[in-house]
């Protein structure tokens, strides 16, 4: 199923507050994911704040192993392995119609990929955001430059 409006990235990204990612050996402790998202995109749109795709592409990639089948699993709010956010409906979410911020979130975890300057920005501010203590607002903060996005991508002609 394609990604259908900003409301449904939203809803799940409301839907993650107080789900935890699954730390491994190479990261710092476990993380809210909800938390997460909004601290890495905070710090690529100070560190980039003409690239709306690359901030995007921080707000989703802490939870983009939710969107795709296969990705690293979550923990829920209760510490269950495998806990996924209410969602309507259908088959697993894809960003595939959001063009570079989809290439982005997919390719972020991977540590042997060739990396372009972009997704090294991407990285380093997801690595920073798990551990940054800063406010950085709140969701509905980018609900405009997520309706700017989707707006360009299906003028472009690529969602339905």
């Known amino acids: 199923m394609e990604l259908r409006s900003v409301e449904e990235l939203m809803d799940l990204l409301y839907a993650c507050r107080g789900t935890r990612d699954v730390p491994d050996r190479a990261r710092p402790p ?90 090294l920005a991407l990285r380093q501010a997801s690595e920073e955001g798990r551990t940054a203590g800063f406010d950085a607002g709140v969701l509905e903060d980018w609900r405009t430059v997520l309706e700017l996005l989707a707006a360009r991508n299906s003028r472009l002609g690529a969602v339905d």
């Open 30 to 119: 476990a993380v809210d994911l909800h938390d997460h998202a909004l601290r890495t995109a905070a710090l690529l749109r100070r560190g980039r704040p003409a690239d709306k795709e690359l901030q995007v592409a921080g707000l989703v990639q802490p939870v983009g192993g939710l969107l795709w089948p296969g990705a690293p699993r979550a923990r829920g709010p209760r510490g269950r392995r495998g806990a996924h956010p209410p969602r309507r409906g259908g088959p697993p979410w894809s960003l595939r119609a959001w063009g570079r911020v989809a290439h982005l979130v997919r390719r972020c975890p991977r540590r042997d990929t060739p990396a372009d300057d972009g997704l």
